[in-house]
């Protein structure tokens, strides 16, 4: 199955599933899409999360999501611009970063208040190339 038709199913299949620190933030939504995508899951090794509170104390240990990406994606980042449909995506949604995927002109993210949400590639602030 092509990428473009994978991620359509993977959007379609998480299009209501809602928004849950624990079990299914941003970062899930993204690595399980990598997992789909590549066979692997950048939140390998990591320990759970269980609060909005150890979220953003683990991702401060980690240098913030850009850091955490590039280290757990083990790649470093792109330029948005060069991002393709399918890539992980460092996004500005609704007044906070997010981590997504590229969907074309639109990049996916999973938002707290907004579920699963398209905002403008042109907000994105980096991207991780898949292969």
Known sequence: MQREQLLAQYLHEHNLRAFDWAKWNCCHFASEWVRRAEGWS??????SMKSQITAHRLLGQLGGLRGAWTKQMAREPILPTMAQTGDIVLVEAYGTEAVGICAGRTAAVLTLEHGLAHVPMSDAQAAWRLS
Do not use: I, V
Not at 42 to 47: D, I
């Open 42 to 47: 950048p939140m390998s090794g990591l320990p």
